[in-house]
């Protein structure tokens, strides 16, 4: 890897994207490459709202915990977008605990989508990225390796739709706002997707060394 840059101590990745395009694999590789760098997934932000939200969601959004979309069910853009609505504020309160401890921090999950958090979330050195996948079948082939029992045939065009959905997003947003990236992994390697992660890392970071 081409580590001729300085990644800031606060810095904090945002990976998006639907089940099977990459993100745990990704995250868990960065970990092994930048030795900073911890790992926050979907289930530690759950436990995050379950110690302090159930009043704020029923006051504000007239929700509980259980509208939040369990892991059995697939959904489609607008409902990932209301689940990160959901979610938004305990990302946020771990954004800050983290940069506050100058912890380098990966957050990943099904509920990261960059549309609905650039909104509150442009806090310095805060990077999105979005993994996504130009194929139904691709995406397929990549399910049902992952499993079979749990993904059917039936239920990739939704998520491929989702995946769609989530990129041509990424393009609404405004880049002086947001430092936001798109990357299509439909035939890169896990290696490959590292090295675009590189880059992007590189043409950020590469005047602080």
């Known amino acids: 890897m081409d580590k ?3 990644l800031p101590k606060n810095l904090i990745v945002l990976i998006s994207g639907v089940p099977g395009v990459g993100k745990t694999t990704i995250s868990y590789q960065l970990l092994k490459i930048y030795s900073q760098f911890r790992l926050i997934e979907e289930t530690d932000v759950m436990r995050e709202i379950l110690r302090g939200y159930n009043n704020y969601l029923e006051s ?8 939040i979309y369990s892991h059995d069910i697939f959904l489609s853009y607008e409902m990932a977008k209301q ?7 305990s990302i946020i309160n771990i954004i800050k605990r983290q940069q506050r401890k100058e912890i380098s921090t990966i ?8 549309e609905e958090l ?25 399910l049902k390796k992952r499993d079979s029992t749990k993904y059917r045939q039936n239920c990739v065009s939704l998520l491929y ?15 002086k706002s947001c430092m936001v990236y798109s990357i299509n992994v439909s035939t890169l ?9 590189n880059k992007i890392f590189y043409q950020i970071y590469k005047e602080l060394k």
């Not at 650039?118 to 082939?141: A, G, H, M, Q, T």
Request: net charge positive; aromatic share 10%; glycine share 2%.
């Open 189 to 197: 390697s896990i290696q490959e997707t590292l090295f675009e992660i």
């Open 4 to 6: 001729r840059f300085i």
């Open 161 to 175: 739709q989702t995946n769609i959905a989530l990129d041509k997003s990424i393009y609404k947003i405004q880049k």
């Open 118 to 142: 650039c909104r509150e979330i442009s806090f310095p050195n805060v990077l999105y990225i979005n993994l996504y996948i130009d194929s139904e079948k691709e995406l397929w082939n990549r």
């Open 83 to 89: 689940q990160c609505s959901i979610m938004k504020n």
């Open 60 to 67: 504000v959004y007239k929700l509980s915990v259980d509208n």
């Open 107 to 114: 957050i990943n999950g099904v509920h990261i989508i960059p």
